[in-house]
């Protein structure tokens, strides 16, 4: 699952190869959009929303309400403009299999130069008026990378992580409607560097008003880089995480095999069962599950 800063980064290339472009050839194969005609249309922008990108764009006659094109990565989406993949830390960028395209754009600028973009194997390929994008996006919480970022967002970040406070902390850090925009590798990167196990329940979690600061930084620091890293990038080689997929390998700070654990939740978009890791000393913390009982030592006599 793309984090937040994945996409913001796809918007803004997006954004800038196709601002300002008239569509020439508009593809859409999803059944509830193949019929969409979107030549003649202008792109006016291209902006996340959490984890969803929205290309909005303006009608070639007045009087015509304005539409969005609406896509979301899930797990495998992409979006290439003219061959060159969007995605930061992908190993997988070169050239899709064209059965996977959703989406192809052609799209000239004013002063001739032409554009293509195409989305492979996105999901919730959705075509509608902009001004309805609050039934798609309007019940996610506060947006990490929200460009109006500030006390009142965070404020609601804050309130929003509290309001339950049994819950697992990292089941609440990845429910978009509490905030929106991280996915599987912050969850488990911020309850490393809080120091809380994913699985202690939100009250236990110490400052939340701390882990929303640090949520906000690591992601508007990500989302203009192509590797992501949370580590400040000190470590050398593959030193750009903590502990998402490092399990069984040695903890950065004090050397103890990072875990590997579940958290599922059937509320949760995409509902998977989501992998995190974890280090069982650095993350012993209030609330972190008993470590498993080991087997009885046998009494030896005294
Ligand atoms: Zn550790």
Known sequence: MPEGDTVARQC??????????RIIRCDVRVP????????????????????????????????VPPLTLHTHLKMDGIWHVDG?????????????????????????????????????DVKQVRLLRTADEGELVGHLGPDLLDPAWGED????????????????????????????????IYR?????????????????AGDLGEMVDLAHRLLALNADRTVRVTTGGMLGRDGDLWVYGRGGRQCRRCRTRIE???????????????????????????????????????????
């Open 12 to 21: 803004r290339v997006l954004h800038e190869a196709l601002a300002g472009a």
């Open 32 to 63: 509830r959009a193949a019929t969409a005609d979107l030549v003649g249309w202008r792109v006016r922008e291209v902006r996340p929303r959490g984890k969803h990108l929205l290309m909005r764009l303006e009608p070639p006659t007045p009087g």
């Open 84 to 120: 060159r993949a969007l995605r930061s830390s992908d190993t997988s960028a070169g050239p899709r299999p064209t059965d996977t395209i959703r989406v192809l754009l052609d799209a000239r600028h004013e002063d001739g130069r032409e554009v293509r973009a195409i989305a492979y």
């Open 153 to 184: 967002l965070r404020a609601q970040a804050v309130a929003n992580l509290a309001a339950e406070p049994q819950r697992p902390i990292g089941l609440a850090l990845l429910d978009q409607q509490v905030l929106a925009g991280i996915g599987n």
């Open 188 to 204: 488990s990167e911020l309850c490393f560097l809080r120091r809380i196990h994913p699985a202690a329940p939100t009250a236990a």
């Open 260 to 302: 590997r654990g579940e958290l599922a939740e059937p509320r949760l978009e995409g509902t998977e069962p989501r992998v995190l890791w974890f280090c069982p000393r650095c993350q012993a913390g209030p609330g972190a599950p008993p470590a498993p009982a080991r087997p009885a030592r046998r009494r030896t006599g005294r």
